[in-house]
Protein backbone atom coordinates (compact mmCIF):
# COMPACT_ATOMS: atom_id res chain seq x y z
CA UNK A 1 0.00 0.00 0.00
CA UNK A 2 3.03 2.22 0.72
CA UNK A 3 4.57 1.65 -2.81
CA UNK A 4 1.27 2.45 -4.63
CA UNK A 5 0.50 5.65 -2.79
CA UNK A 6 4.64 6.93 -3.24
CA UNK A 7 3.81 6.11 -7.16
CA UNK A 8 0.28 7.95 -6.97
CA UNK A 9 1.70 10.82 -5.40
CA UNK A 10 4.68 11.35 -7.98
CA UNK A 11 2.35 10.90 -10.69
CA UNK A 12 -0.04 13.45 -9.81
CA UNK A 13 3.24 15.37 -9.35
CA UNK A 14 4.43 14.42 -12.72
CA UNK A 15 0.94 15.91 -13.81
CA UNK A 16 1.35 19.24 -11.74
CA UNK A 17 4.43 19.64 -13.27
CA UNK A 18 3.54 19.96 -16.72
CA UNK A 19 0.43 22.19 -16.21
CA UNK A 20 2.67 24.41 -14.74
CA UNK A 21 5.43 24.07 -17.08
CA UNK A 22 2.62 24.34 -19.94
CA UNK A 23 0.96 27.17 -18.49
CA UNK A 24 4.19 29.18 -18.11
CA UNK A 25 4.48 28.35 -22.06
CA UNK A 26 1.89 29.47 -23.35
CA UNK A 27 1.94 32.35 -21.38
CA UNK A 28 5.25 33.64 -22.95
CA UNK A 29 3.67 33.61 -25.88
CA UNK A 30 0.66 35.22 -24.73
CA UNK A 31 -1.90 32.89 -26.28
CA UNK A 32 -5.01 32.52 -24.37
CA UNK A 33 -8.41 31.19 -25.01
CA UNK A 34 -11.53 29.65 -23.43
CA UNK A 35 -13.97 27.15 -25.17
CA UNK A 36 -17.96 28.29 -24.29
CA UNK A 37 -21.04 27.94 -26.37
CA UNK A 38 -21.56 31.86 -25.88
CA UNK A 39 -24.83 31.50 -28.20
CA UNK A 40 -26.53 28.82 -26.17
CA UNK A 41 -28.32 31.90 -23.87
CA UNK A 42 -31.96 31.86 -23.38
CA UNK A 43 -32.62 32.97 -19.87
CA UNK A 44 -33.53 37.16 -19.92
CA UNK A 45 -31.72 39.33 -17.48
CA UNK A 46 -33.67 40.33 -14.33
CA UNK A 47 -35.66 43.42 -15.04
CA UNK A 48 -36.17 45.40 -11.52
CA UNK A 49 -37.56 48.17 -13.12
CA UNK A 50 -40.52 46.04 -14.62
CA UNK A 51 -42.70 46.07 -11.19
CA UNK A 52 -46.46 45.20 -12.19
CA UNK A 53 -45.77 44.17 -15.85
CA UNK A 54 -46.77 41.25 -17.83
CA UNK A 55 -44.69 39.98 -20.85
CA UNK A 56 -45.13 37.56 -23.68
CA UNK A 57 -41.65 36.22 -24.14
CA UNK A 58 -40.49 33.22 -26.84
CA UNK A 59 -37.25 31.54 -26.67
CA UNK A 60 -36.46 29.04 -29.31
CA UNK A 61 -33.27 27.19 -30.65
CA UNK A 62 -33.15 25.84 -33.98
CA UNK A 63 -30.54 23.11 -35.13
CA UNK A 64 -28.95 20.89 -37.58
CA UNK A 65 -26.09 19.45 -36.29
CA UNK A 66 -24.01 16.38 -38.03
CA UNK A 67 -21.48 14.45 -36.22
CA UNK A 68 -18.97 12.40 -38.04
CA UNK A 69 -17.83 10.84 -35.04
CA UNK A 70 -16.14 6.39 -35.02
CA UNK A 71 -14.14 4.06 -33.02
CA UNK A 72 -15.36 2.25 -30.07
CA UNK A 73 -15.95 5.62 -28.09
CA UNK A 74 -19.36 7.34 -30.45
CA UNK A 75 -20.81 6.42 -33.53
CA UNK A 76 -21.76 9.20 -36.32
CA UNK A 77 -25.47 10.81 -36.04
CA UNK A 78 -27.03 13.89 -37.06
CA UNK A 79 -29.63 16.23 -34.60
CA UNK A 80 -31.73 18.09 -36.61
CA UNK A 81 -34.96 20.05 -34.89
CA UNK A 82 -36.21 22.87 -33.06
CA UNK A 83 -37.31 23.73 -29.52
CA UNK A 84 -40.04 26.20 -28.40
CA UNK A 85 -40.46 27.89 -25.17
CA UNK A 86 -43.53 30.22 -25.11
CA UNK A 87 -44.13 31.89 -21.74
CA UNK A 88 -45.93 34.70 -19.73
CA UNK A 89 -43.45 36.93 -17.80
CA UNK A 90 -44.80 38.68 -14.65
CA UNK A 91 -43.07 41.02 -12.07
CA UNK A 92 -45.32 41.39 -8.92
CA UNK A 93 -42.19 42.72 -7.22
CA UNK A 94 -39.10 44.43 -7.82
CA UNK A 95 -37.31 41.13 -6.94
CA UNK A 96 -39.52 38.75 -7.68
CA UNK A 97 -40.21 37.71 -11.19
CA UNK A 98 -42.21 34.29 -11.97
CA UNK A 99 -42.82 32.96 -15.79
CA UNK A 100 -45.31 30.22 -16.95
CA UNK A 101 -45.90 28.62 -20.08
CA UNK A 102 -44.66 25.47 -21.89
CA UNK A 103 -41.45 24.12 -23.98
CA UNK A 104 -41.82 21.42 -26.92
CA UNK A 105 -38.81 19.51 -28.51
CA UNK A 106 -39.64 18.59 -31.93
CA UNK A 107 -37.22 16.49 -34.03
CA UNK A 108 -37.62 17.25 -38.01
CA UNK A 109 -38.30 14.07 -39.65
CA UNK A 110 -40.59 12.55 -37.08
CA UNK A 111 -44.63 12.83 -36.80
CA UNK A 112 -44.35 12.49 -32.66
CA UNK A 113 -43.27 15.03 -30.10
CA UNK A 114 -40.26 14.05 -28.09
CA UNK A 115 -40.97 15.83 -25.28
CA UNK A 116 -43.80 18.46 -24.76
CA UNK A 117 -43.64 19.87 -20.79
CA UNK A 118 -44.89 22.99 -18.86
CA UNK A 119 -42.38 25.68 -17.58
CA UNK A 120 -42.54 27.92 -14.53
CA UNK A 121 -40.30 29.50 -12.80
CA UNK A 122 -39.75 31.93 -9.72
CA UNK A 123 -36.56 33.85 -9.44
CA UNK A 124 -35.91 35.62 -6.35
CA UNK A 125 -33.60 38.18 -6.74
CA UNK A 126 -33.01 40.40 -3.17
CA UNK A 127 -29.76 41.98 -4.16
CA UNK A 128 -27.65 43.04 -7.78
CA UNK A 129 -25.66 40.37 -6.39
CA UNK A 130 -27.68 37.24 -5.43
CA UNK A 131 -30.43 35.28 -7.25
CA UNK A 132 -32.60 32.38 -6.27
CA UNK A 133 -34.66 30.53 -8.39
CA UNK A 134 -37.01 27.76 -8.14
CA UNK A 135 -38.45 25.56 -10.55
CA UNK A 136 -37.27 25.58 -14.13
CA UNK A 137 -33.57 26.90 -14.09
CA UNK A 138 -31.03 28.56 -15.97
CA UNK A 139 -28.58 26.80 -17.07
CA UNK A 140 -27.26 29.17 -20.35
CA UNK A 141 -24.27 27.78 -21.62
CA UNK A 142 -24.75 24.36 -19.78
CA UNK A 143 -23.76 26.51 -16.74
CA UNK A 144 -20.77 27.39 -18.51
CA UNK A 145 -19.29 23.56 -17.74
CA UNK A 146 -16.38 22.58 -20.07
CA UNK A 147 -17.34 20.43 -22.68
CA UNK A 148 -16.43 17.30 -21.17
CA UNK A 149 -18.04 17.26 -18.11
CA UNK A 150 -21.21 18.43 -20.01
CA UNK A 151 -22.18 17.77 -23.18
CA UNK A 152 -23.20 21.03 -25.50
CA UNK A 153 -26.39 19.26 -27.07
CA UNK A 154 -27.59 18.70 -23.64
CA UNK A 155 -28.64 22.47 -24.46
CA UNK A 156 -30.54 21.24 -27.52
CA UNK A 157 -31.82 17.85 -26.51
CA UNK A 158 -32.61 17.65 -22.79
CA UNK A 159 -35.80 18.71 -21.04
CA UNK A 160 -35.15 22.01 -19.35
CA UNK A 161 -33.97 21.63 -16.31
CA UNK A 162 -35.77 22.11 -13.08
CA UNK A 163 -34.95 22.22 -9.09
CA UNK A 164 -33.05 25.09 -7.00
CA UNK A 165 -30.62 26.92 -7.93
CA UNK A 166 -29.11 29.54 -6.25
CA UNK A 167 -26.09 32.50 -8.30
CA UNK A 168 -24.02 34.64 -7.04
CA UNK A 169 -21.97 37.27 -9.04
CA UNK A 170 -19.74 40.23 -7.80
CA UNK A 171 -16.45 41.82 -9.33
CA UNK A 172 -14.04 39.08 -8.10
CA UNK A 173 -16.44 35.93 -7.68
CA UNK A 174 -18.97 34.13 -9.42
CA UNK A 175 -21.11 31.11 -8.38
CA UNK A 176 -23.71 28.91 -9.95
CA UNK A 177 -25.26 26.04 -7.30
CA UNK A 178 -28.24 23.80 -8.73
CA UNK A 179 -30.01 20.79 -8.29
CA UNK A 180 -31.61 19.82 -11.32
CA UNK A 181 -34.41 16.81 -10.34
CA UNK A 182 -34.64 14.97 -13.38
CA UNK A 183 -37.15 11.88 -11.98
CA UNK A 184 -39.40 12.06 -9.20
CA UNK A 185 -40.24 9.25 -7.36
CA UNK A 186 -43.32 7.97 -5.49
CA UNK A 187 -43.58 5.28 -2.69
CA UNK A 188 -43.50 1.90 -4.62
CA UNK A 189 -41.98 3.59 -8.21
CA UNK A 190 -39.91 0.08 -9.95
CA UNK A 191 -36.97 3.06 -10.68
CA UNK A 192 -34.72 4.73 -9.02
CA UNK A 193 -34.32 8.84 -8.21
CA UNK A 194 -32.26 10.40 -10.43
CA UNK A 195 -30.79 14.20 -10.12
CA UNK A 196 -27.97 16.75 -11.34
CA UNK A 197 -25.86 18.72 -8.88
CA UNK A 198 -23.16 21.30 -9.13
CA UNK A 199 -21.20 23.95 -7.90
CA UNK A 200 -19.17 26.04 -10.41
CA UNK A 201 -17.39 28.86 -8.80
CA UNK A 202 -14.78 31.70 -10.27
CA UNK A 203 -12.00 33.69 -8.17
CA UNK A 204 -10.45 36.25 -9.73
CA UNK A 205 -6.90 36.43 -8.89
CA UNK A 206 -5.60 39.69 -10.76
CA UNK A 207 -7.71 41.74 -12.90
CA UNK A 208 -7.26 45.11 -14.71
CA UNK A 209 -8.60 46.89 -17.62
CA UNK A 210 -7.58 44.62 -20.55
CA UNK A 211 -6.54 41.08 -18.55
CA UNK A 212 -7.89 38.87 -16.12
CA UNK A 213 -6.79 36.02 -14.43
CA UNK A 214 -9.14 33.40 -12.76
CA UNK A 215 -9.48 30.38 -10.61
CA UNK A 216 -11.96 28.04 -11.81
CA UNK A 217 -13.74 25.46 -9.54
CA UNK A 218 -16.32 23.14 -10.42
CA UNK A 219 -18.36 20.09 -8.57
CA UNK A 220 -20.60 18.26 -10.72
CA UNK A 221 -22.11 14.71 -10.21
CA UNK A 222 -25.42 13.03 -11.23
CA UNK A 223 -27.11 10.61 -8.65
CA UNK A 224 -29.74 7.69 -8.61
CA UNK A 225 -30.87 6.35 -5.25
CA UNK A 226 -33.98 6.78 -3.50
CA UNK A 227 -35.64 4.72 -0.05
CA UNK A 228 -39.02 4.68 -0.80
CA UNK A 229 -38.89 2.60 -4.52
CA UNK A 230 -38.59 -1.16 -5.44
CA UNK A 231 -35.83 -0.84 -7.75
CA UNK A 232 -33.19 -3.38 -7.27
CA UNK A 233 -29.69 -1.97 -6.20
CA UNK A 234 -27.54 0.14 -4.80
CA UNK A 235 -27.49 3.85 -5.25
CA UNK A 236 -25.16 4.95 -7.77
CA UNK A 237 -23.02 8.49 -7.79
CA UNK A 238 -20.93 9.93 -10.65
CA UNK A 239 -18.88 12.91 -9.06
CA UNK A 240 -16.30 15.01 -10.70
CA UNK A 241 -13.97 17.87 -9.38
CA UNK A 242 -12.48 19.84 -11.38
CA UNK A 243 -9.97 23.17 -10.82
CA UNK A 244 -8.46 24.93 -13.20
CA UNK A 245 -6.96 28.37 -14.47
CA UNK A 246 -8.33 30.75 -16.63
CA UNK A 247 -6.38 33.86 -18.45
CA UNK A 248 -8.11 36.14 -20.56
CA UNK A 249 -6.73 39.46 -22.53
CA UNK A 250 -8.35 42.16 -24.70
CA UNK A 251 -6.99 43.08 -28.01
CA UNK A 252 -7.67 46.78 -29.41
CA UNK A 253 -7.55 46.11 -32.97
CA UNK A 254 -10.15 45.81 -35.95
CA UNK A 255 -9.38 42.46 -36.42
CA UNK A 256 -8.85 40.20 -33.46
CA UNK A 257 -10.86 41.17 -30.00
CA UNK A 258 -9.71 38.92 -27.30
CA UNK A 259 -6.53 35.79 -26.67
CA UNK A 260 -7.22 33.60 -23.82
CA UNK A 261 -6.31 29.97 -21.91
CA UNK A 262 -8.49 27.69 -20.30
CA UNK A 263 -6.39 24.88 -18.60
CA UNK A 264 -8.58 22.28 -16.05
CA UNK A 265 -7.58 18.76 -14.25
CA UNK A 266 -10.66 16.57 -13.48
CA UNK A 267 -10.70 13.84 -10.85
CA UNK A 268 -13.82 11.94 -11.58
CA UNK A 269 -15.87 8.85 -9.59
CA UNK A 270 -17.91 6.46 -10.74
CA UNK A 271 -19.55 3.10 -8.72
CA UNK A 272 -17.26 0.54 -9.39
CA UNK A 273 -19.87 -2.09 -10.57
CA UNK A 274 -22.32 -0.24 -12.91
CA UNK A 275 -19.32 0.54 -15.55
CA UNK A 276 -16.33 -1.40 -15.72
CA UNK A 277 -15.35 -4.05 -12.78
CA UNK A 278 -12.70 -3.38 -10.98
CA UNK A 279 -12.61 0.65 -12.39
CA UNK A 280 -13.87 3.85 -10.10
CA UNK A 281 -11.74 6.72 -10.55
CA UNK A 282 -9.97 8.71 -13.38
CA UNK A 283 -8.77 11.79 -14.19
CA UNK A 284 -8.35 13.98 -16.95
CA UNK A 285 -6.63 17.20 -18.38
CA UNK A 286 -7.21 19.74 -20.86
CA UNK A 287 -6.14 22.94 -22.47
CA UNK A 288 -7.22 25.10 -25.06
CA UNK A 289 -5.66 28.32 -26.49
CA UNK A 290 -8.54 30.99 -27.99
CA UNK A 291 -8.14 33.30 -30.46
CA UNK A 292 -11.73 35.98 -30.92
CA UNK A 293 -11.74 38.15 -34.10
CA UNK A 294 -13.88 40.22 -36.24
CA UNK A 295 -14.84 37.06 -38.45
CA UNK A 296 -15.53 34.50 -35.54
CA UNK A 297 -13.14 32.67 -32.84
CA UNK A 298 -10.79 29.73 -33.40
CA UNK A 299 -9.53 27.59 -30.65
CA UNK A 300 -6.80 24.83 -30.04
CA UNK A 301 -7.57 22.51 -27.76
CA UNK A 302 -5.78 19.19 -26.07
CA UNK A 303 -7.68 16.50 -24.14
CA UNK A 304 -5.80 13.57 -22.27
CA UNK A 305 -8.21 11.18 -19.99
CA UNK A 306 -7.17 8.75 -17.77
CA UNK A 307 -9.90 6.28 -17.50
CA UNK A 308 -12.11 9.34 -17.02
CA UNK A 309 -15.98 8.76 -17.08
CA UNK A 310 -18.95 10.95 -16.33
CA UNK A 311 -22.39 9.88 -18.02
CA UNK A 312 -23.38 13.39 -19.19
CA UNK A 313 -19.93 14.81 -20.93
CA UNK A 314 -19.01 15.16 -24.61
CA UNK A 315 -19.41 11.22 -25.66
CA UNK A 316 -15.87 11.51 -27.37
CA UNK A 317 -14.16 12.73 -24.46
CA UNK A 318 -15.01 9.71 -21.77
CA UNK A 319 -12.76 6.85 -21.99
CA UNK A 320 -16.09 4.46 -21.25
CA UNK A 321 -17.17 2.63 -25.02
CA UNK A 322 -20.56 3.30 -26.51
CA UNK A 323 -21.60 -0.33 -25.56
CA UNK A 324 -20.50 0.55 -21.89
CA UNK A 325 -18.25 -2.60 -21.33
CA UNK A 326 -14.82 -1.53 -22.09
CA UNK A 327 -12.78 1.29 -20.39
CA UNK A 328 -10.10 2.60 -22.18
CA UNK A 329 -6.87 3.12 -19.90
CA UNK A 330 -6.21 6.28 -22.24
CA UNK A 331 -8.09 8.35 -24.32
CA UNK A 332 -6.42 11.86 -26.09
CA UNK A 333 -7.78 13.96 -28.23
CA UNK A 334 -6.45 17.73 -30.27
CA UNK A 335 -9.52 19.57 -31.10
CA UNK A 336 -9.95 22.30 -33.41
CA UNK A 337 -13.06 24.27 -33.45
CA UNK A 338 -14.37 27.45 -35.64
CA UNK A 339 -17.15 29.17 -34.09
CA UNK A 340 -18.83 31.83 -35.57
CA UNK A 341 -21.55 34.39 -34.41
CA UNK A 342 -23.71 36.90 -35.62
CA UNK A 343 -26.47 38.70 -33.72
CA UNK A 344 -29.38 39.49 -35.78
CA UNK A 345 -31.40 41.45 -33.81
CA UNK A 346 -31.06 42.25 -29.78
CA UNK A 347 -31.13 38.68 -28.17
CA UNK A 348 -31.40 36.56 -31.36
CA UNK A 349 -28.33 34.87 -33.21
CA UNK A 350 -27.29 32.80 -35.55
CA UNK A 351 -24.25 30.52 -35.25
CA UNK A 352 -21.87 28.36 -36.65
CA UNK A 353 -19.64 26.08 -35.29
CA UNK A 354 -16.99 23.28 -36.79
CA UNK A 355 -15.80 20.71 -34.72
CA UNK A 356 -12.02 18.73 -36.05
CA UNK A 357 -11.15 15.90 -33.71
CA UNK A 358 -7.66 14.33 -34.26
CA UNK A 359 -7.34 10.77 -31.29
CA UNK A 360 -3.84 10.79 -31.77
CA UNK A 361 -3.80 7.23 -29.94
CA UNK A 362 -5.82 5.32 -32.62
CA UNK A 363 -4.74 7.91 -35.68
CA UNK A 364 -7.95 8.93 -36.58
CA UNK A 365 -9.50 11.96 -37.49
CA UNK A 366 -13.18 12.98 -36.87
CA UNK A 367 -15.20 16.35 -37.36
CA UNK A 368 -18.78 17.97 -36.16
CA UNK A 369 -20.50 20.43 -37.99
CA UNK A 370 -23.65 22.88 -36.25
CA UNK A 371 -25.74 25.95 -37.85
CA UNK A 372 -28.10 27.13 -34.87
CA UNK A 373 -30.37 29.78 -34.85
CA UNK A 374 -31.58 31.20 -31.56
CA UNK A 375 -34.61 33.68 -30.99
CA UNK A 376 -35.48 35.42 -27.84
CA UNK A 377 -37.60 38.11 -27.54
CA UNK A 378 -40.83 39.59 -25.45
CA UNK A 379 -43.82 41.72 -25.87
CA UNK A 380 -44.89 43.87 -22.95
CA UNK A 381 -48.74 43.57 -22.91
CA UNK A 382 -49.23 45.42 -19.91
CA UNK A 383 -47.75 48.42 -17.98
CA UNK A 384 -47.68 49.47 -14.70
CA UNK A 385 -49.81 52.46 -13.63
Given at each position: ?I???I??????????G???I?L????S??????N????????E???????????????N??????N??K???A????L?????R???????D??L??EF????L????????Y?L?????????P???I?L???????????N???????PE???TY????GL??K???K????????????????????????A???????????????S?????T?????QG????T?????K????VT?G?????????N?????S?N?????????K???????S???G?SA?????????????A????????T?Q?????QN???T?????S?N???N?K??????????TF??????Y???S??????????L???V???V??????
Amino acid sequence: MIIIRIIHKYVLLKILGRIIIGLLLLISFQCYGQNDYKIFKYYEPFRPDSTGNFYFALDNVNFFKNNEYKGDIATGYTLTGAWLRPKIVFYPDAKLRMEFGGNVLKYNGRDEYYHLVPWFNVHYQPTEKISLILGNLNSDRNHNLPEFLADPEMFLTYKPEAGLQAKYNSKRFTADLWIDWQQFIVEGDPFKERFAFGTVASWKIFENDNASLSFPMTFYGLHQGGEIDTSPGLAKSYITVTPGLSFRNKISNNIFKEYSLNTNYSLSTFPKENVVPEESKGWGFSANVNIDTRLGGLTLAYWHGHKFYTPQGGILYQNLSGTGTTMKSENELINLKYHYIHEIMPNTFFGFVFDYYYDSLNKQTMNSEGLYLIVNFGVLTRRAK
